[in-house]
């Protein structure tokens, strides 16, 4: 089972990029300057390459969009001139544009917006990784080796003819010297052409194996569980063998809290997936993770870990490991308060297939898992709804904001609080394993990411110096304790500091119309069945609730 489970995480981790599963897609939902925008970026494959910008604004007065792109290496002063984004005819606000993504590395796509009302600029961090290797289609593939052997036949004709036929004068016959130059000089000629043949073989090859050592390749990782002190202990261990390439961007040595957290752990039992934690493990050293896990019901269960880096690289590290049925003495002694981070959250929720075994736990939430445009009940016996779309479906490769609605015990709009500096946070996952993704209201992206984006790229900024980057111990310390000092701060205060920075007016303003409502803009990336894993937070309470949805090809 842990075999098949891999060999499904290792399908979908041929798209990863942005530290998602399977779902390439980023999307940004933000204000540049005066101006409401959403923007999707379908990034490349491959690098070199170009990603399609899709830029939304509701703002009729919005006269051009421009884009570019930036390295976290090379600074603001390696900017390139920005690209106009055209307007999509027909299609009011929508502007779309093609940017080119020349280098690996953690990069940030700059939009700026001009009109009526001024000018603004968003960044949205991209990580610009070459995740597949193209392949030629075969008919064209055996069309060239067609046209290949003709030009050979050719040219060989030609020097053997050249050598011989030639040097014949007119009106005299070819003499058997003359016939024998022209074997030589074609066989010489086929002999050229071999090695130069062979020798373009060999230059192919060598990039060829060249691009496989250097393309992205996701970090493994080994999960596993013991039992301390009568409490369930999951160590996360990282393989941190050396890297080919961006060694430093990817390094684990330099990694940045996200939302007030160094990572983010989310456990989703296989098959059934009932079954959800969010927890946020403490870091050992670079490599070694370690949280308490509650007494989850036993099983296989997927393991995915987000994390982000001060160069802005943000990724997934995924894994799976197998929770055995905990003892009665540690059922009997676990309360919540055992967990290793108070924002931690677990619960269960209906399994996506007829099951008839009960399952149970001594602590956290159990709700119903509902469908769109069904009110499902809290834990705190508040309501919430995904509100269906107009069209009554979903389709794949379509832009949608998953809309939440949160209505209070008396069916009345709900006062949400923030958690972990968001309106809410939500896990899309695909069936068959094949998609994993961590959202917020501003999108599929690591605000960490931006955040470290753009104080790389004030203004001025030039290439990195390298050996201007602090040690990594004294890095991985401070950023400890700033993490050790966020969560040792009473639970206002630490919302309030995770919220600085961040644009949400409904928790500003009470009497907001937005104050009960969560939307999550994301493009669901293939057909299939998708089970949706939500939280917010109210009255001081986590939240969890849980979704199915049918999508359509």
């Known amino acids: 089972m842990k075999k098949l489970l891999l060999s499904l995480l290792l399908v979908g981790l041929t798209g990863l990029l942005q530290g998602h599963i399977g779902s390439p897609g980023i999307t940004l939902e933000g204000e540049a300057g005066p101006y409401a925008l959403t923007v999707v970026v379908n990034s490349p494959d491959v690098i070199p390459g170009t990603a399609r910008v899709d830029v939304y604004v509701t703002d009729n007065t919005v006269q051009e969009v421009k884009l570019s792109c930036l390295y976290w290496f090379a600074g603001a002063e390696g900017t390139p001139r920005a690209d106009v984004a055209l307007p999509v005819p027909g299609e009011t606000g929508h502007f779309t544009g093609e940017i080119w993504l020349m280098n690996p590395g953690?990069?940030?796509?700059?939009?700026?917006?001009?009109?009526?009302?001024?000018?603004?600029?968003?960044?949205?961090?991209?990580?610009?990784?070459?995740?597949?290797?193209?392949?030629?289609?075969?008919?064209?593939?055996?069309?060239?080796?067609?046209?290949?052997?003709?030009?050979?036949?050719?040219?060989?004709?030609?020097?053997?003819?050249?050598?011989?036929?030639?040097?014949?004068?007119?009106?005299?016959?070819?003499?058997t010297k003359t016939k024998r130059r022209r074997w030589i000089g074609a066989a010489v000629g086929?002999?050229?052409?071999?090695?130069?043949?062979?020798?373009?073989?060999?230059?192919?090859?060598?990039?060829?194996?060249?691009?496989?050592?250097y393309m992205y390749k996701p970090f493994s990782a080994t999960s596993s569980i013991r039992v301390e002190d009568q409490k369930q202990v999951l160590k996360f261990e990282v393989d941190s063998v050396k890297l080919e390439q961006l060694y430093l961007t990817r390094s684990l040595n330099y990694l940045i809290p996200d939302h007030g957290k160094i990572m983010h752990m989310f456990l989703v039992r296989a098959g059934e997936l009932d079954v959800f934690a969010h927890l946020h493990p403490q870091r050992l050293d670079s490599a070694h993770f370690e949280t308490i896990i509650p007494p989850l019901p036993p099983g296989d269960y997927h393991v995915f870990t987000d994390i982000s880096r001060l160069s802005g690289f943000s990724e997934t590290i995924a894994d799976t490991v197998t929770i055995p049925e905990p003892a009665p003495a540690l059922t009997n002694n676990w309360n919540d308060s055992l967990l290793m981070d108070t924002d931690d959250t677990y619960y269960i929720t209906d399994p996506v297939t007829s099951s008839s075994e009960e399952v149970l736990m001594?602590?956290?939430?159990?709700?119903?898992?509902?469908?769109?445009?069904?009110?499902?009940?809290?834990?705190?016996?508040?309501?919430v709804t995904l509100e269906q779309t107009e069209e009554g479906k979903f389709a794949a490769g379509q832009l949608y904001h998953l809309t939440l609605a949160v209505q209070d015990e008396n069916g009345d709009p709900a006062k949400l609080d923030p958690y972990l500096g968001m309106m809410g946070h939500a896990v899309v996952f695909k069936e068959d394993g094949s998609v994993y993704i961590h959202l917020h209201p501003v999108g599929s992206y690591s605000m960490a990411s931006q955040e470290t984006m753009q104080s790389r790229l004030a203004s001025g900024s030039g290439r990195i110096d390298w050996s201007e980057l602090p040690q990594p111990a004294v890095f991985r310390d401070s950023i400890d304790r700033t993490i050790a000092t966020l969560n040792a701060l009473p639970a206002h205060e630490r919302d309030s500091a995770l919220l600085v920075g961040m644009d949400h007016p409904s928790l500003d303003d009470p009497n907001h119309p937005d104050h009960s409502i969560v939307r999550f803009p994301y493009t669901f990336p293939t057909e299939g069945s998708y089970r949706i894993y939500v939280q917010m937070k109210r009255n001081g309470r986590i939240l969890n609730g849980a979704f199915d949805v049918e999508v359509e090809g």
């Open 362 to 383: 001594p602590g956290g939430d159990i709700v119903v898992c509902g469908s769109p445009g069904q009110k499902i009940m809290l834990a705190d016996s508040s309501f």
């Open 190 to 213: 086929f002999a050229l052409l071999s090695l130069i043949l062979w020798g373009g073989n060999q230059w192919w090859n060598s990039w060829a194996t060249d691009y496989q050592r």
């Open 106 to 175: 953690s990069a940030s796509l700059k939009i700026e917006v001009k009109g009526e009302r001024g000018a603004g600029e968003i960044l949205l961090p991209v990580m610009a990784v070459s995740t597949a290797q193209k392949t030629m289609e075969a008919s064209l593939g055996w069309t060239l080796v067609g046209l290949g052997l003709f030009l050979v036949i050719l040219m060989v004709t030609i020097i053997g003819l050249s050598s011989g036929d030639s040097l014949v004068e007119p009106g005299k016959s070819t003499s």
